[in-house]
């Protein structure tokens, strides 16, 4: 069984996000917190946190990043009982039953996303079409092998759909190396 916990490379997050999550919290993707809001007017760090965010369960904060762990039995359980009591103190779930359900069903959703080997980092973009937000999410594997993570150490492995925000910083520069 395997889970999601917060990961920071670098201190970005902390200048990125409001609040940012403490590294490794358990974290869900967290889209639930947008469920209120028109996410085409959000501005500065809860942009940020709609467009690219994991939510951390101890601090309600945001990560850019999760890693994949190894889990337990007991540990699902501790995840969804954080979560349905944040969900009761921060959102006002009805009650503990109705908070455990969602609970579940968020942290069941979380481990659909662990399908690769502990270890491989995942990150999420989030966009809205048609009045309904769409998630993309991408695993990212150390070209370092088993030495310490560095911010620009990760290899994207999988083929997302390219977001019309996300800029070609190498095809840029190879534009202005034929100007």
């Keep these: 069984m395997k889970l999601l916990r917060t990961i920071a490379l670098d201190p970005s997050d902390t200048f990125v996000f409001d609040p940012a ?65 944040r969900l009761i103190e921060r959102l006002g779930a009805p009650d503990l039953a109705a908070a455990r359900r969602a609970a579940e069903e968020e942290v069941g959703f979380a481990e659909s996303l662990c399908n690769d080997q502990a270890g491989i980092l995942i990150a999420v973009h989030r966009t809205v079409e048609n009045g309904e937000i769409r998630e993309t999410f991408r695993t990212l594997r150390s070209r370092c092998g088993s030495q310490p993570h560095r911010a620009f150490s990760f290899l994207e492995v999988d083929d997302a759909e390219p977001s019309a925000d996300e800029i070609d910083l190498a095809g840029i520069s190879v534009e202005r190396e034929h100007e």
């Design 21 to 85: 999550a403490e590294p490794g919290e358990w974290a869900v993707p967290g889209t639930f917190r947008f469920w209120s809001d028109d996410p085409t007017t959000l501005h500065g760090k809860a942009r940020s946190a709609f467009r690219s965010g994991f939510l951390g369960l101890q601090s309600w904060g945001w990560s850019t990043l999760v890693q994949i762990v190894d889990v337990n039995d007991g540990d699902r359980d501790t995840v969804v009982d954080l979560l349905a009591r």
